[in-house]
């Protein structure tokens, strides 16, 4: 679960910019949050990634406990152009691991959260 500041904002991020779906929403008034489920595809196949808005917040304290999310791509390279060409950052170009061989690339959506996408091959 992300803690976002802009619900609409962070949709348009995960759906537009990352290509994942959007599952479901729900809306709480009783406790002033509203919730966003995103992914590409629904449990128990796939992950899904919770985006909470608290209502009136606009920007959290990152933590030092955050490090960053991960997610599989078939080409790091494509992906950061695809994102890039979408509106998102991309704060690391794709290119080997310090050390090793493993491709990587991070972005960082629009709340300021680290997104590692890790080139893998899925046959």
Known sequence: MLRVGNLQRSIDFY??????????TTENPEY???????????????????LTYNWGV?????????GHLAIAVTDAYAA???IRNAGGKVT????PVKGGTSVIAFITDP????VELIQRNFN
């Open 15 to 24: 759906t537009n910019v990352m290509g994942m779906q959007l599952l479901r």
């Open 32 to 50: 002033k949050y509203s919730l966003a489920f995103v992914g590409y595809g629904g449990n128990p196949d796939h992950a899904e990634l919770e």
């Open 58 to 66: 606009e920007s959290y304290d990152m933590g030092t406990a955050y």
């Open 80 to 82: 950061c152009e695809k």
């Open 92 to 95: 690391r170009e794709a290119g």
């Open 111 to 114: 709340d300021g959260y680290k």
